[in-house]
């Protein structure tokens, strides 16, 4: 039975690749909980955009764990640390990655092939 849900909440590992010293970037997941809008909302907020998808991403996002400061210490979630976080480009790009990999239904696992 398929059950019609208008917004889908999901929990994903994102996986960015951070860039190392020299060639070589270093793999770094942290969780990241959004909902998952129905495709007509979505459409819209992208959209009517600039290039960077700020507002696409606030309201998608419900929040995040396992993300530290320079300090090492936990990074809060909160409205304040998200733009923080989206601020950094291969953060960014990974929390995109893994919000269309979940509305497409993928389980957020790669296989290999």
Do not use: C
């Not at 590992?13 to 270093?26: H, I, L, N």
């Amino acid at each position: 039975m398929f059950k019609i849900v208008q917004e889908k909440n999901v929990t994903r590992t994102v996986t960015a690749f951070v860039p190392g010293d020299g060639t070589a970037s270093v793999k770094a997941t942290f969780r990241w909980s959004f909902v998952i809008l129905p495709k007509d909302e979505n459409d819209r907020l992208l959209e009517n955009q600039d290039d960077d998808n700020d507002e696409w991403l606030t309201k998608v996002n419900r929040g995040f764990q396992d993300v530290v400061g320079d300090d090492n210490q936990p990074f809060e979630s909160n409205d304040e640390n998200f733009k923080v976080l989206i601020n950094i480009p291969y953060a960014r790009v990974a929390m995109i990655k893994a919000y269309f990999e979940a509305a497409v239904g993928g389980d957020g696992k790669r296989k290999n092939s």
